[in-house]
């Protein structure tokens, strides 16, 4: 049988979607399991060294760090000696966990999202673990005025294909193909980054590939550096399940099936901003 890794990645090469895989590429751990862990708040999470990262979260109202943001963390604290002294932008801060983790390892960060409830908790994750995050109400790239520019942009966007406004919610809704948010952060983000700049970006296999032909035709070269297998439950996502089924039938989404079940091939992608030169 085929790798799943492999598989996806000739169909992005299909799609003729240009890429490279880092030479420290990872497969993580398979996510089996809900999305948000039903934790109480609030949580301690312990991997990103003394102190532990104090998360408040709302799991009630799907409020809190899941597997995807975890991904990232790793990734970015992989990077923890590019981050001293640097400007960092995250889109879509949710519950701050990268915000957080971007301040905790030197970067002097600014994180938006539209969801005030969500705002609310990053403003008291920033307080608990004693950092300051610069934390700003509206879409993407709105709150942020003036010639402010970012060497690292962390993006953990919604990005799964739905039609109907109400079939997802907020933190996960891509519009029709997955690729909303992506692309009108596309619109201002490039702008925002010097050469050399950093997008560090989790993605899953649902959204149109487009999306990523899009990264890269906005002037970021794209390297994979981690991947792992996010195991759909029975029942998730309801009846949107068969239309995932059909677009990855179209080729528009990519399913990996074994026996009886469906997984998402989920990576963290890093694109890096090139000169205009
Ligand atoms: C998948 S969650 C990730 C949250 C957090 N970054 C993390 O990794 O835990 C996506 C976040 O994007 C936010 N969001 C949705 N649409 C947005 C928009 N147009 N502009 C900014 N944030 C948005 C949601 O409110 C949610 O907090």
């Known amino acids: 049988m085929q790798d799943p890794l492999e598989a996806y990645l000739d169909y992005l090469g299909g799609h003729g979607i240009p890429y490279r895989l880092s030479p420290e590429l990872r497969r993580e751990e398979d996510h089996d399991g809900a999305l948000l862990a039903g934790a109480t708040t609030p949580v301690h999470h312990r991997q990103y060294g003394e102190p532990p990262i104090v998360e408040h979260v709302d799991p009630a109202r799907g409020l809190g760090s899941d597997h995807a943001t975890h991904s990232v963390a790793r990734t970015l604290a992989g990077f923890a000696p590019e981050l001293p002294g640097r400007t960092m932008l995250e889109l879509g801060c949710g519950t701050g966990l990268l915000a957080v983790l ?123 550096c981690r991947w792992k297998l996010r195991w759909l439950q029975d029942g ?15 080729g528009r989404s990519f399913l990996w099936g074994a026996g009886e079940r469906e997984a998402l091939v989920c990576g963290v992608w890093l694109g890096t901003r090139k000169d205009a030169g």
């Open 236 to 250: 998730e996502y309801g009846a949107l399940r068969a239309e995932f089924r059909r677009r990855h039938e179209a």
């Open 102 to 224: 971007g301040a905790r390892l030197g970067a002097r960060v600014v994180g938006t999202d539209v969801d005030a409830r969500t705002l609310e908790l990053a403003r008291v994750n920033a307080e608990a673990n004693g950092v300051r995050v610069d934390l700003r109400a509206g879409s993407l790239c709105d709150p942020i005025q003036g010639a402010d520019r970012f060497d690292w942009c962390v993006a953990n966007l919604p990005h799964k294909p739905a039609r109907t406004p109400d079939a997802l919610p907020l933190s996960q809704h891509g519009g029709e193909d997955g690729d909303r948010l992506f692309r009108e952060a596309l619109n201002c983000l490039p702008g925002r980054q010097p050469p050399g700049g950093r997008l560090l970006f989790f993605l899953h296999s649902l959204p149109d590939p487009r999306l990523l032909a899009r990264i890269g035709s906005a002037g970021y070269a794209l390297r994979l």
